[in-house]
């Protein structure tokens, strides 16, 4: 029995179909059908149902991918063993988001990559939510607010974000002192989204309304310089305009709570170590690049 046969049939259960694990393979989709029915014909028996939106497990299917899968989580176990300490190859495909991912999480993947000269780095960038399994990514970094899920997360830091508006518009239209007044401005926002801010011990949750939105946080932060109204944004996106004095930050006694970065992976994925080492990058990022830090805004006003 071919192990590259079980293996293909691991990754084609676990995304549920032919077409998105050959993608996660980088091979054919014939060439995983060839070793689906190869795999089937020495077992005697049908292991995927195929259907018009992919594959399902059958009963047999589902028994012998419990074994299939600590077959491949021991042959990846070996190979980290055997290989030189630190060294990773293969490949890492990981998702990032569109938001500040260019700016400022591409040079970390750049680095994993120089460290490492046998992996190959395919990276996506995208704000919308990926399905990791069904795309055939190993893993994502999210920002924000972590909905409940089967992913496995990492934090690797903290997203700190502040209320900001140009001196123009602070000149023409004053500032809010209280969550209760942004009722009164023109907010930017990229969609219907609600505004948490800090009231001593309490969170208070605001929903704003603007005339201007957009599906980018450094467009919002343009148009905030541009004098357009007040934009809740992150430190990391309105750190260069502050400093620049294009930018002030704004209800400085009311912060909003700080959100979280994640690396998030699917259960049970043997790219375990390549995810964990670009999570430990990330934590390092976090922790040492001051656009993420908790920035004393309040005194650049």
Same mark, same amino acid.
């Given at each position: 029995m071919d192990i590259e046969d079980i293996?293909?049939?691991? $990754? =084609?259960? $676990? +995304? $549920?179909? =032919?077409?998105a694990a050959a993608r996660r393979l980088g091979v054919s989709k014939s060439i995983v059908s060839r070793r689906l029915l190869r795999l089937e014909e020495e077992l005697g028996a049908q292991l995927l149902a195929r259907t018009t939106r992919g594959a399902a497990l059958t009963e047999a299917g589902a028994?012998?991918?419990?074994?299939?899968g600590r077959i491949g989580a021991e042959?990846? +176990?070996?190979? $980290?063993?055997?290989?030189?300490?630190?060294d990773l190859r293969g490949r890492l495909r990981v998702a990032m988001p569109l938001t500040f991912g260019p700016t400022h999480f591409a040079p970390v993947?750049? @680095?994993?990559?120089?460290?490492?000269?046998?992996?190959? =780095?395919?990276?996506?960038?995208s704000d919308r939510f990926v399905d990791l399994v069904a795309e055939g990514f190993d893993c994502a970094v999210r920002v924000g607010y972590l909905p409940d899920s089967e992913?496995?997360?990492?934090? =690797?830091?903290?997203?700190?974000?502040?209320l900001v508006a140009s001196p123009d518009y602070i000149k023409a239209h004053g500032a809010p002192r209280k969550p209760g007044e942004i009722a009164a401005h023109q907010a930017l926002m990229q969609g219907t989204e609600a505004w948490q801010f800090t009231d001593g011990n309490e969170i208070v949750t605001i929903k704003p309304q603007g005339r201007f939105k957009a599906d980018s946080a450094a467009a919002l932060?343009?148009?905030?310089?541009?004098g357009l109204g007040i934009a809740w944004l992150p430190?990391?996106?309105v750190y260069d305009y502050v400093a620049d004095g294009a930018l002030v930050p704004i209800m400085t006694d009311h912060p909003p709570p700080p959100a979280g970065a994640y690396v998030v992976r699917p259960p049970g994925r043997h790219s375990e170590r390549k995810v964990q080492v670009l999570a430990d990058?990330?934590? @390092?990022?976090? +922790?040492? @690049?001051p656009h993420f830090g908790a920035i004393d805004l309040a005194a650049r006003q």
């Open positions: 293996l293909t049939f691991v $990754e =084609v259960a $676990e +995304a $549920e179909g =032919v077409s028994i012998f991918r419990e074994h299939a042959i990846e +176990a070996a190979k $980290e063993t055997l290989r030189p300490a630190g993947l750049a @680095d994993m990559a120089r460290r490492h000269p046998h992996l190959h =780095v395919h990276a996506a960038y992913l496995l997360a990492r934090r =690797v830091g903290p997203i700190y974000g502040t932060a343009a148009a905030a310089a541009a430190n990391c996106i990058l990330m934590t @390092d990022l976090f +922790a040492n @690049d």
